[in-house]
Structures are given as structure tokens and as C-alpha cells.
Nanobody, 123 residues
Framework: VQLQASGGGLVQAGDSLSLSCAASGRSVSTYGMGWFRQAPGKEREFVAA????????AYADSVKGRFTISRDNIKNTLYLRLNSLKPEDSAVYYC?????????????????WGQGTQVTVSS
């Protein structure tokens, strides 16, 4: 499985962005999927996850109510909608896939990773 993240950019505080993660190589419709982020000098941290088959979602407290994870199994693509962005949301955002089907908040649980897309939020 190869994952390609896109959609990052430079925005102002309060703006919105939509990130995409296109999967190739095989269908990830039965995979657990997640978004993580990493700011300079910090460890990679959990943002959101989605679990097969009911697409149950989970979020970090810091983004709950502002970010929305979703997926389109026909397009084999994972999404993250970022609303009400804050400067502290600035980071490289990574998508990840887990064969087990359960999306978790642990980096070590994921089998495949995308290359990351930069999100920068100015104040």
C-alpha cells in the first residue's frame, strides 16, 4: 500500500483546510486509518482515526469539534477536514493505514505511512 497525502498549505487562524490521502496498491476499505501530525522538535502525535466496518471515529482532545475524518472507499481516499485552525495546529500531517481495521492513536500500530503534507497557520 502506498499513501499520498496532499492539501496542506499556509492559512490564517480561523481558516479551514481539507487534506486528502490517496491510497494505491490495494483497497484500504477494510483498513483502520489515521491522521497524525508532527511539529518541529516534537514527537508525532495522534490527530484522528477511523475504524472499519462502521467507520467509527476518534479524535485527539485538541482537535475534537474542529476536525473531521472521513473516507471514500470508492476513491480509496482518506480525508481530514480542518476547521477553525489555530497556530498550534501547524505541523506536518501524515496519514497512516493499519491492516487490522481498527484505527488507533498509537504510531506503532500502523503498517503504512504517507509522506506528509505541511499545514502552517499564521496568527
Amino acid at each position: 500500500v502506498q499513501l499520498q497525502a496532499s492539501g496542506g498549505g499556509l492559512v490564517q487562524a480561523g481558516d479551514s483546510l481539507s487534506l486528502s490521502c490517496a491510497a494505491s496498491g490495494r483497497s484500504v476499505s477494510t483498513y483502520g486509518m489515521g491522521w497524525f501530525r508532527q511539529a518541529p522538535g516534537k514527537e508525532r502525535e495522534f490527530v484522528a482515526a477511523i475504524t472499519w466496518p462502521l467507520d467509527i471515529t476518534a479524535y485527539a482532545d485538541s482537535v475534537k469539534g474542529r476536525f473531521t475524518i472521513s473516507r471514500d472507499n470508492i476513491k480509496n481516499t482518506l480525508y481530514l477536514r480542518l476547521n477553525s485552525l489555530k497556530p498550534e495546529d501547524s505541523a506536518v500531517y501524515y496519514c497512516a493505514a493499519r491492516k487490522s481495521g481498527v484505527g488507533t492513536g498509537a504510531v506503532v500500530d500502523y503498517d503504512f505511512w504517507g509522506q506528509g503534507t505541511q499545514v502552517t497557520v499564521s496568527s
